[in-house]
Nanobody, 117 residues
Framework: QVHVVESGGGLVQPGGSLRLSCAAS????????WGWYRQAPGKQRELVAS???????NYADFVKGRFTISSDNAKNTVYLQMNSLKPEDTAVYYCNAVGWGVKDDYWGQGTQVTVSS
């Protein structure tokens, strides 16, 4: 059994910063790929950023230059540093951890990020 838990969400003013963390625990050795997704009310879930075990990264255009994804493979943890936050970044942010097996695909419960003055 693998558990994925996000933390670090909250309320921040426009232009502010937040750092999200996500940790996987349980019967795993390492993750092949991590992804941060978000879902705003009435919208579909969308990819924000991803990082592979080899630390190749990918970002959605709407966060390039503002968000940075990083990982600690030894700790099975991934981070999302979010700077210059905008009201449109308001959403529930979800962590996705993909392992090396076909069925190794895990999601966290999500953490709320609200950008408002």
């Amino acid at each position: 059994q693998v558990h994925v838990v996000e933390s670090g969400g909250g309320l921040v003013q426009p232009g502010g910063s937040l750092r999200l963390s996500c940790a996987a625990s349980g019967s795993i050795v390492s993750m092949k790929r991590w992804g941060w997704y978000r879902q705003a009310p009435g919208k579909q879930r969308e990819l924000v950023a991803s990082i592979t075990y080899g630390r190749s990264t990918n970002y959605a255009d709407f966060v390039k230059g503002r968000f940075t994804i990083s990982s600690d493979n030894a700790k099975n943890t991934v981070y999302l540093q979010m700077n210059s936050l905008k009201p449109e970044d308001t959403a529930v942010y979800y962590c996705n951890a993909v392992g090396w097996g076909v069925k190794d695909d895990y999601w966290g419960q999500g953490t709320q990020v609200t950008v408002s003055s």
